[in-house]
């Protein structure tokens, strides 16, 4: 099938727009790459010191003669995505050994769980914590004695992160291995109706942990199609997973198989073979164009269009907003997974799940099939799924029909025609909404406005019985240089009780949300910040705002308001306390949202 003119342009557009700073990448990487197996470079008393604990394995590294893979972890048990990556290495070592090679962990990342910190400060670290992974996965590798590089992370910020890292060592081959989905547990709208009968005051605290615990209840990652499982996914598109690997649960023989598998191809695909990989190739213009088209396809979070451009800045690439607009706006959503309908990630991929719809996409001309992977040349290899055999994963043709089309649609029968995100712009700024989840009675809301500086406050409000009409909530200096842009995901069942009521009601913000923003209107994002002076911090209580994501619009109606002065609150308090006080510096220096918010890229490219 001929690509999609729209995608094609895009992908030319940015190829162009990137060649600059790819092309000196590029060149850095050769660089780095030219010299061959690094660690035969180093002195004898490096190379005493980096293999002095390795036992058996030490005369192997010693010669130079077998690939060694470095194993970057972001393991934790509280993690419930991240604890089964403690059995990790041990699988990883004896199959680099059974393949010749010899593994070794290179270095641990942190990694924050969002569950446990939204509402908290602790989330005031969360986006940022993304630029931390990838400078300590940085120094991990930065040992130089490595061959190739094994990433283990899952979760939100993790995976933006290491594929941040991947792309800076971009001569090394990389590969991430998933650690999969926890099983099935109180369906997740379930959840969701209790908490807002939490949030109405119907029921106690004990009805709501017994509700949440029986949600988030094992290993895994937690089922809704959130950033984590939107990552998995977009580790599919991009290449960098073995095919069908994100959706397997964890400590099954299928996962360990694939675990080992994985292991076995990325020290096959390195510079010591005949079919090197190296990250640089694999990260291209068509790989996250190939991202793109994945995430609007599924209607995944909105966190990733801010973790895509970062981690294309990385690799020499320039993504911009109008990128993602072009191609939501001929990719169309084929799945409900939840917060977009009732199913989970495990329905979802026993429905037919990436395979599918990989393999539906590129017969529709919306994926390029000619790239480079970890599983070798062409995206269609992805349309294979594993299953064990003789306790090997082996790889064979996936389904290509839906086994549930109220979870799972081909392209030419989608949900909606275009993608599950929308973009928006207009006198307020640009910003993105998830409409995937959202009534489309209720893609464009015009009500007066009500401010507030931050989320307990909209709650406060909610309590004391102020919201009784159709209503726009701003929630503003929640920024990146403001407070570090936490999720706001503690005002959906506040917000939810509210359209429940009759209400009509939209949420404006320039902090995020998440993959779970659920059923409320939320533009979010809103650049440039209030805190930056943007028209967010210029607004006040009883101005009419519109927000129309048919149009992809965002106004205020009221003439003179963008010639106001703008708002300066007091955001002293934003920098202490949970150890926010370490992060001044990334909150001083931090981009754009639209280029990602990081503070590793904080200039747009000349």
Known sequence: MPINPIIQDVTDRIRKRSAPHRNAYLERVRRAGETGPNRAHLSCGNEAHAYAAMGADKERLATHRAPNLGIVSAYNDMLSAHQPFHRFPDLIKQAARAAGGTAQVAGGVPAMCDGVTQGQPGMELSLFSRDVIAMAAGIALSHNTFDAAAFLGVCDKIVPGLVITAATFGHLPAIFMPAGPMTSGLPNDEKAKVRQRFAAGDIDRTALMAAEMASYHGPGTCTFYGTANTNQMLMEFMGLHLPGASF????????????????????????????????????????????????????????????????????????????????????????????????????????????????????????????????????????????????????????????????????????????????????????????????????????????????DQVKAAFRAGEFTGDCVVVVRFQGPRANGMPELHGLTPTLSVLLDRGLRIALVTDGRMSGASGKVPAALHISPEAALGGPLARLRDGDVVRVDARAGRLDVLNDGVLDRAPATPDLSANSRGTGRELFELFRQSAGSTTLGASSLFPQEPS
């Open 248 to 455: 397997v649960t964890p400590d099954t023989p299928l996962r360990d198989a694939l675990t080992r598998a994985a292991s076995e191809r990325v020290l096959a695909i390195t510079a010591l073979g005949n079919a090197y990989a190296p990250a640089a190739e694999v990260l291209d213009e068509r790989a996250f164009v190939n991202g793109m088209v994945g995430l609007m396809a599924t209607g995944g979070s909105t966190n990733l269009v801010l973790h895509l451009p970062a981690m294309a800045r990385a690799a020499g690439i320039t993504l911009l907003p109008e990128d993602f607009a072009a191609i939501s706006s001929v990719t169309p959503l084929m799945a409900k997974v939840y917060p977009n309908g009732l199913a989970d990630v495990n329905h979802f991929h026993a429905a037919g799940g990436l395979q599918f719809m990989i393999g539906e996409l590129l017969q529709a001309g919306l994926l390029q099939d000619d790239v480079k992977t970890v599983a070798g040349p062409g995206l269609s290899r992805y349309t294979q799924e594993p299953k064990l055999k003789d306790g090997v994963a082996v790889w064979g043709d996936g389904p290509d029909q839906t086994g549930n089309d109220r979870i799972l649609r081909p392209a030419t029968d989608p949900f909606q025609p275009t993608g599950g995100l929308q973009d928006l712009s207009g006198n307020l700024g640009s910003g993105i909404m998830k409409v995937s989840a959202v009534d489309p009675d209720l893609h464009v809301i015009e009500a007066p406005v009500r401010v507030f500086h931050d989320q």
